[in-house]
């Protein structure tokens, strides 16, 4: 991923050097108007360090949307849902502010809602929900957050600035995961954002979405406004980002699953990346991407909870253990093609082609010299993708898999993790993955009933002295053809 302007040193759109402190706050840091309040008493604490604020929608506004959108699509009656989900919001707005400015933001909440509605009917009239206009429905999320943190802020006494993402986030026009145009970006960011936080106000902007060059509303994909965030603090050499959240921080494992799982106070930009990828849902996954680029330190932090350190995310760590985390990426299928011709750039193509067209995402891939060995997340299409390619490839697959990634500085380089797992794991069936591109990850396949136990088994072994449940063991669903490797 190429970045434009690689010459421009932080300060030069005003006259301060400093380097701002950029905030991201997610859905559940500004669910109601008591996380908004614990907000707000962050943001003081950084009030010396020019913080720039980026939000999430409210916990749960996102999904909301989209389902009003569904509904809207299938012609069912939309009314009753928008004014719950107006009320919501007006309510959260009538605990923050009053007089003027509660009048004032109530009218910005009640235009918002309006364009919303107009844009259900147009969809209801359509019978169709697309990319484009899907964009355009979860933008509301975000446009309505974010104004009120600046309304809220404004309360409080903080001078707050509200800049419309989609005035400095420009993307290619992919609906549903646009990628950012980089020159532009940055170009946009230093001149609309850069001198707000010179002149000592606080900008906040909505995460998630952008716009094309001609001003046709995008998203980053879910999750984006970690991303957001990145590309923010990257533009403007931001002394470091924080992403705020529900959780004290990337933890050894998902808690849900291992209740031992502890906090890692530092990983490297490498390790959390693989994390992500794999499965770990504190970051999106091409959130570091701008971070690592500008060599800018990520933190991650609990609102509910500002004492706690959080983790570190950076490139220099100190590595005391073998694994440092473990990931479970579930819902996954091993799908085995043997092309009737050979494996060229055509067959390739015409493979990602059906593949992308039937939202199927491509985990990983092994090459043989008459087969191709793919990993995949969305199995129910399947069936369909191998009909389309029925002329070119016998396609099998076997599905109800999942992967699991443990995470270390060079681990692939330490031989006694590999027979530290499969000594673990020495009843349950599973397969290690070719090398990927880091040193620092090592995954394997497993069956999806035995993710649950792969993990826990681990982490006793890694992480504590403590003896796992032991969960029965049961076979996959094997529709067709082979297993993986």
């Given at each position: 991923?190429?970045?434009?302007?690689?010459?421009?040193?932080?300060?030069?759109?005003?006259?301060s050097?400093?380097?701002?402190?950029?905030?991201?706050?997610?859905?559940?840091?500004?669910?109601?108007a008591?996380?908004?309040?614990?907000?707000?008493?962050i943001?003081?604490?950084?009030?010396?360090?020019?913080?720039?604020?980026?939000?999430?929608?409210m916990?749960?506004?996102?999904?909301?949307?989209?389902?009003?959108?569904?509904a809207?699509?299938?012609?069912?009656s939309?009314?009753?849902?928008?004014?719950?989900?107006?009320?919501?919001?007006?309510?959260?707005?009538?605990?923050?502010?009053?007089?003027?400015?509660?009048?004032?933001?109530?009218?910005?909440?009640?235009?918002e809602?309006e364009?919303?509605?107009?844009?259900?009917a147009?969809?209801?009239?359509?019978?169709?929900l697309?990319?484009?206009?899907?964009?355009?429905?979860?933008?509301?999320?975000?446009?309505?957050?974010?104004?009120?943190?600046?309304?809220?802020?404004?309360?409080?006494g903080?001078?707050?600035?509200?800049?419309?993402a989609?005035?400095?986030?420009?993307?290619?026009?992919?609906?549903?995961?646009?990628?950012?145009?980089?020159?532009?970006?940055?170009?946009?960011i230093?001149?609309?954002?850069?001198?707000?936080?010179?002149?000592?106000?606080?900008?906040?902007?909505?995460?998630?979405?952008?716009?094309?060059?001609?001003?046709?509303?995008?998203?980053?994909?879910?999750?984006?406004?970690d991303?957001?965030?990145?590309?923010?603090?990257?533009?403007?050499?931001?002394?470091?980002?924080?992403?705020?959240?529900?959780?004290?921080?990337?933890?050894?494992?998902?808690?849900?699953?291992?209740?031992?799982?502890?906090?890692?106070?530092?990983?490297?930009?490498?390790?959390?990346?693989?994390?992500?990828?794999?499965?770990?849902?504190?970051?999106?996954?091409?959130?570091?991407?701008?971070?690592?680029?500008?060599?800018?330190?990520?933190?991650?932090?609990?609102?509910?909870?500002?004492?706690?350190?959080g983790t570190?995310?950076?490139?220099a760590?100190?590595?005391?253990?073998?694994?440092?985390?473990?990931?479970?990426?579930?819902?996954?299928?091993?799908?085995?093609?043997?092309?009737?011709?050979?494996?060229?750039?055509?067959?390739?193509?015409?493979?990602?082609?059906?593949?992308?067209?039937?939202?199927?995402?491509?985990?990983?891939?092994?090459?043989?010299?008459?087969?191709?060995?793919?990993?995949?997340?969305?199995?129910?299409?399947?069936?369909?993708?191998?009909?389309?390619?029925?002329?070119?490839?016998?396609?099998?697959?076997?599905n109800?898999?999942?992967?699991?990634?443990?995470?270390?500085?060079?681990?692939?380089?330490?031989?006694e993790?590999?027979?530290?797992?499969?000594?673990?794991?020495?009843?349950?069936?599973?397969?290690?993955?070719?090398?990927s591109g880091?040193?620092?990850?090592?995954?394997?396949?497993?069956?999806?009933?035995?993710?649950?136990?792969?993990?826990?088994?681990?982490?006793?072994?890694?992480?504590?002295?403590?003896?796992?449940?032991?969960?029965p063991?049961?076979?996959?669903?094997?529709?067709?053809?082979?297993?993986?490797?």
């Open positions: 991923m190429e970045y434009a302007d690689s010459s421009f040193e932080p300060g030069c759109w005003g006259r050097s400093r380097r701002p402190v950029v905030m991201k706050f997610g859905g559940t840091s500004v669910a109601d008591a996380a908004i309040r614990r907000l707000l008493e943001v003081l604490s950084r009030a010396s360090e020019s913080p720039i604020i980026v939000v999430s929608a916990a749960g506004v996102t999904d909301e949307l989209l389902a009003l959108g569904r809207a699509a299938a012609g069912e939309t009314q009753d849902r928008t004014e719950n989900f107006c009320a919501r919001h007006l309510e959260v707005v009538g605990q923050l502010v009053a007089g003027d400015q509660l009048f004032a933001l109530q009218k910005m909440v009640q235009a809602i364009s919303l509605r107009e844009l259900l147009e969809m209801s009239s359509e019978r169709q697309t990319l484009r206009s899907q964009d355009r429905l979860l933008s509301v999320g975000e446009c309505l957050s974010s104004q009120i943190v600046v309304a809220a802020l404004h309360s409080a903080i001078k707050a600035v509200h800049i419309d989609r005035n400095c986030i420009l993307t290619n026009d992919r609906h549903g995961e646009a990628g950012p145009l980089w020159e532009e970006t940055n170009h946009c230093r001149k609309l954002v850069g001198p707000q936080s010179e002149a000592a106000l606080v900008p906040v902007l909505g995460g998630f979405i952008a716009a094309t060059r001609s001003g046709v509303p995008t998203t980053l994909g879910r999750g984006g406004s991303f957001t965030a990145a590309i923010v603090g990257a533009a403007l050499f931001a002394s470091r980002i924080e992403i705020w959240t529900d959780v004290d921080g990337i933890m050894t494992t998902d808690p849900n699953i291992c209740p031992d799982a502890h906090l890692v106070p530092e990983i490297s930009f490498d390790e959390a990346a693989q994390l992500a990828y794999f499965g770990a849902k504190v970051l999106h996954p091409a959130t570091l991407v701008p971070a690592v680029r500008e060599n800018i330190p990520v933190y991650v932090r609990n609102s509910r909870n500002p004492k706690a350190a570190k995310i950076s490139h760590v100190q590595h005391p253990g073998e694994v440092d985390a473990i990931a479970a990426k579930h819902n996954i299928a091993s799908l085995e093609i043997k092309p009737l011709g050979p494996i060229d750039s055509e067959l390739l193509a015409s493979l990602y082609s059906v593949l992308d067209r039937y939202h199927c995402t491509v985990e990983l891939m092994s090459c043989s010299r008459n087969r191709l060995s793919l990993l995949v997340s969305s199995a129910d299409s399947l069936p369909a993708v191998a009909a389309e390619l029925e002329d070119l490839a016998e396609v099998g697959w076997e109800h898999k999942a992967l699991i990634c443990l995470v270390g500085e060079s681990i692939r380089r330490k031989p993790v590999t027979q530290r797992i499969y000594s673990e794991l020495g009843d349950t069936e599973l397969h290690l993955l070719p090398q880091s040193e620092n990850s090592m995954s394997f396949l497993v069956e999806e009933s035995r993710a649950q136990y792969s993990v826990q088994r681990l982490h006793n072994a890694f992480f504590s002295a403590k003896s796992p449940a032991v969960f063991r049961s076979k996959s669903l094997c529709q067709a053809g082979e297993s993986w490797l």
